[in-house]
Structure formats: structure tokens, C-alpha cells
């Protein structure tokens, strides 16, 4: 099966930093998706993004899907974007999550 | 906004007892799944179901796991004996349309938390 790998593993920065994380395949996929789980453990849809660039307020991500990668861009950011960011993506009928990259926001 | 809703929230179970988890998907979602995390892990794929049978399934999802859509709306996960190591929580998800090749956008919901003693 594939292969997700996200980058960084955790990441601590200040209030109002910009950040960039990265997803990584092994092989295409057919579709990506980004999410973030918040404190409490839910799993929040951020972007569904097999190809190209979408952007909702201060995120934004960027899949590039022939060269097997995605990246979520995070500005200014807050203390509510704490917590873990996945990426998963997919082949037949099973979507394999990454091991997430830990964020923490400092006040 | 439609949502996938899970109950219970958190279930306390003695070891050897069976299990079994709740899922109401987006109506007219076709498409459904089972993840599960244990803490502090990624989340990882246990099975999926289309059409009244499973369409895959990892080799987490062995013969003590089952799953079931008994009416038009619920979908479940039942875990026969449970074992502590299947303390965890258990994520269910539904999409709209098939993947190999068409979009397909998965919505979760909340989790339900097992703790098994």
C-alpha cells in the first residue's frame, strides 16, 4: 500500500507565525484531504485536494499530484490552530492517514 | 450542514465483553468506514463498506470485527470480545461517491472513545 509521510513531525511556534506543513506519497493517489484534530479529538475537514490550490482565510494548501506531494500553509497564526494535521490520501478503496505533524501555538 | 453523528461518545467496557458502536452517515452518502486511534497514533483505516458488503479491509479487521448497516441510516462496528488493546478511538466516516477515479471527500464524525479494563 502507500506510503504517507508528513513533515515536520512537531512544530512550536509563536502567535501570528506563518507555517508550512508537508505531505509526502510513495505512489499517486486519486484523492487527498487535509484535516485537523483539534484538543477535544475531532477530526475537522480543512481541504479536500487531489490537484491544485485552495485557500479558506489563513489556510491555504497546495497539492502537486505528479510530484506525489501536498503542503498546507498556515498564516498568523492563532492559539486555536493547536493540535494535530493530517493528511490522507488514497488508492482503490482505502484512505491512508500520515502520522500527523504536532502543532503548538504559544500565546 | 449535514454531519456524521457516533454514538456512544465514550463506552467503558470489561475485557471479554462485546462492543458494539454507532454511526448515523451523511444521508445520501454511499460509502462508508470505520478508523480507528489509539492515543497518541495516527489514524488508521479498518474497514470500508459500499453496498450492503465490505469493500476492504486492513488486517487489523480480523474475525473479531464486524460491521453492519441493519436499516437505511445506522452503520456499525461490533467487536466481539474486546481485548485491552483495543482501547482506542473509533471514527466513523462516509463519502458520496466511489473513488478510482471520481471524487470522493470523506467527512468524520465526532469518534466514539472505548476504554476496555
Known sequence: ?107 | EPEVTQTPSHQVTQMGQEVILRCVPISNHLYFYWYRQILGQKVEFLVSFYNNEISEKSEIFDDQFSVERPDGSNFTLKIRSTKLEDSAMYFCASSEFRSLGTARELFFGEGSRLTVL
Open chain 1, 1 to 107: 500500500g502507500i506510503q504517507v509521510e508528513q513533515s515536520p513531525p512537531d512544530l512550536i511556534l509563536q502567535e501570528g507565525a506563518n507555517s508550512t506543513l508537508r505531505c509526502n506519497f510513495s505512489d499517486s493517489v486519486n484523492n487527498l484531504q487535509w484535516f485537523h484534530q483539534n484538543p477535544w479529538g475531532q477530526l475537522i475537514n480543512l481541504f479536500y485536494i487531489p490537484s491544485g490550490t485552495k485557500q479558506n482565510g489563513r489556510l491555504s494548501a497546495t497539492t502537486v499530484a505528479t510530484e506525489r506531494y501536498s503542503l498546507l500553509y498556515i498564516s498568523s497564526s492563532q492559539t486555536t490552530d493547536s493540535g494535530v494535521y493530517f493528511c490522507a490520501g488514497d488508492r482503490d478503496d482505502k484512505i491512508i492517514f500520515g502520522k500527523g505533524t504536532r502543532l503548538h501555538i504559544l500565546p
